[in-house]
């Protein structure tokens, strides 16, 4: 199982979840909340033998002609052949002020660790705004531009030949499209691009592609993707990676 030096980084999920799930349950907060959880899994056994675990909290306050909340929390976790090759873990909170609006303020703050590519803690925080071009009946698409301040704690294994830690201002942008293919699939796309505010060459990129389908009023089938690129990664830790996800999501 995960390090006990890893469990700090879910802590802010674990703290806003069981007041979210509260709120659910509370007769005159019902409507206010949306709350998703998700489980993934994927194995083998005989002549090889893997498990990767993936399961997840997100809570959404659902009034938002002021306002909108959001809190998550993502787990995954696997081994192969008594190897770990996946353990990595994310907490984020994000508040978007009037985001109803075309144009419209947000701040967030995210949480993480991934023990693969060797970084103990990730903090980002920051603020910006949003700007929604499109929205129609199949869809919607936005883009965010966002100052922030990111500091990365690195593993032993890495920190011994790198500085252990280090603290940048990055800027982010973030691209979103939200399509719907059917009564009941429909297809995502979210890409961020942070790069160092004095050097572009030097960036994370995040790119996700999800194709969802409803199974019930409360079931959804999503197969997903996701890129990962860091143009400056610790010693001994590859530049990309790609994620290949199969999930099914709950609705509370």
Known sequence: M??????????????VAPALLHAQEAGEAKDHWS???????????????FSILRTGLRAV???TGVAEFEASGL??????????????????VKLDVWPETRLSPFAFADVSADEIR???????????AKWTFWTGGPGKASVRAAALYD?????????SRAAPSESLA?????????????????????????????DAGDYLLDVTHSLS?????????????????????????????????VVLKMAF
């Not at 060797?118 to 603020?127: N, P, Q, T, V």
Request: overall charge positive; cysteine-free; glycine content about 8%.
């Open 2 to 15: 995960p390090g006990t030096r890893s469990l700090p980084v879910l802590s802010l999920a674990l703290a």
């Open 35 to 49: 709350v998703h959880a998700e489980l993934g899994f994927n194995g083998a056994a005989g002549n090889s033998s």
């Open 61 to 63: 306050h659902l009034e």
């Open 75 to 92: 787990l995954r976790y696997g081994r192969s052949d008594g190897k770990v090759i996946a353990d990595d873990r994310k907490a984020s």
């Open 118 to 128: 060797r970084l103990d803690l990730r903090f980002s925080g920051g603020a910006g």
């Open 151 to 159: 500091y990365q704690n690195f593993s032993e294994a890495a920190a």
């Open 170 to 198: 990055r800027w982010s942008v973030r691209s979103k499209l939200e399509r719907r293919l059917s009564a009941t699939a429909s297809f995502e796309h979210v890409a961020f691009w942070q790069p160092v505010w004095d």
């Open 213 to 245: 389908t409803r199974l019930q009023s409360r079931f959804t089938l999503a197969l997903e993707h996701q890129f990962l690129r860091d143009a400056s990664p610790p010693p001994g830790v590859e530049t990309s990676d790609q994620r290949f996800s």
